[in-house]
T-cell receptor, first 110, second 111 residues
Framework: DAGVTQSPTHLIKTRGQQVTLRCSPK?????VSWYQQALGQGPQFIFQ???????QRGNFPDRFSGHQFPNYSSELNVNALLLGDSALYLC?????????FGPGTRLTVL | GENVEQHPSTLSVQEGDSAVIKCTYS??????FPWYKQELGKGPQLIID?????GEKKDQRIAVTLNKTAKHFSLHITETQPEDSAVYFC??????????FGSGTRLLVRP
C-alpha cells in the first residue's frame, strides 16, 4: 500500500496564474480532504470530496475548486494566484474520521 | 465558532523525561480528537486519536486524555527519545468529518 500520494512535490508559479494539484488516496479510502498549511501554522481545511461531490467547504474563496474522480483520486485547482497562496497543500484520505495525510505539494507564488 | 488552542508553542525536554501538550476546544459538537506528528518536509502523521465516549487512551509511550466537561484534551509522551523531536498538532472533528487544527507545538528532545 503506497499510502496517500501527491504530485507535484514542488511548484513555482507567478501571480495571476492557475495551478492544479493532484492526490491519490490510500487504497480503500473513498473520501479526500484538502488542507492549506502556511509556514509555522496548522493545516486549514479547504474542502472535502466524497462520491465525486464537494461534501464540506472551509472558509476559502471560490478561486479554490476541486474535483474527485470515480477512482477516488482528486484535484485541487487554484485560479488567479496571489502571493498569499504560497503554502504547503496537503491531501488527506479517509473512510470515516481517521484522516491520513500525503507528503504535500509546496506551492510558491512569486 | 470552531477554534482549537494549543499550548505550549515550543517545548524542550531532556531525553527520558515526559512531555505534555494541551489543547482546548470550543465546539461542543466535537466528538473526535486526533494528534498528529509532523517532521520537517513531511505531511502530518496520525499518532493517536480519541473519541468523546472515552476519557483516556494509551499506545505504548503515548497517551491522550479527554475532559469533555472542560473541553480539554492532552497528549502525554513518556520516556522521550530524540526521534520524538517534531511538531505536534492537536485537532478536533465532528460529524462533518472536517478537522480543525491547533497551531502546533515544536518539541525538542535533548540527548
Amino acid at each position: 500500500d503506497a499510502g496517500v500520494t501527491q504530485s507535484p512535490t514542488h511548484l513555482i508559479k507567478t501571480r495571476g496564474q492557475q495551478v492544479t494539484l493532484r492526490c491519490s488516496p490510500k487504497s480503500g479510502h473513498d473520501t479526500v480532504s484538502w488542507y492549506q498549511q502556511a509556514l509555522g501554522q496548522g493545516p486549514q481545511f479547504i474542502f472535502q470530496y466524497y462520491e465525486e461531490e464537494e461534501r464540506q467547504r472551509g472558509n476559502f474563496p471560490d478561486r479554490f475548486s476541486g474535483h474527485q474522480f470515480p477512482n477516488y483520486s482528486s484535484e485541487l485547482n487554484v485560479n488567479a494566484l496571489l502571493l498569499g497562496d504560497s503554502a504547503l497543500y496537503l491531501c488527506a484520505s479517509s473512510l470515516e474520521h481517521e484522516q491520513f495525510f500525503g507528503p504535500g505539494t509546496r506551492l510558491t507564488v512569486l | 465558532g470552531e477554534n482549537v488552542e494549543q499550548h505550549p508553542s515550543t517545548l524542550s525536554v531532556q531525553e527520558g523525561d515526559s512531555a505534555v501538550i494541551k489543547c482546548t476546544y470550543s465546539d461542543s459538537a466535537s466528538n473526535y480528537f486526533p494528534w498528529y506528528k509532523q517532521e520537517l518536509g513531511k505531511g502530518p502523521q496520525l499518532i493517536i486519536d480519541i473519541r468523546s465516549n472515552v476519557g483516556e487512551k494509551k499506545d505504548q509511550r503515548i497517551a491522550v486524555t479527554l475532559n469533555k466537561t472542560a473541553k480539554h484534551f492532552s497528549l502525554h509522551i513518556t520516556e522521550t527519545q530524540p526521534e520524538d523531536s517534531a511538531v505536534y498538532f492537536c485537532a478536533q472533528g465532528d460529524s462533518s468529518y472536517k478537522l480543525i487544527f491547533g497551531s502546533g507545538t515544536r518539541l525538542l528532545v535533548r540527548p
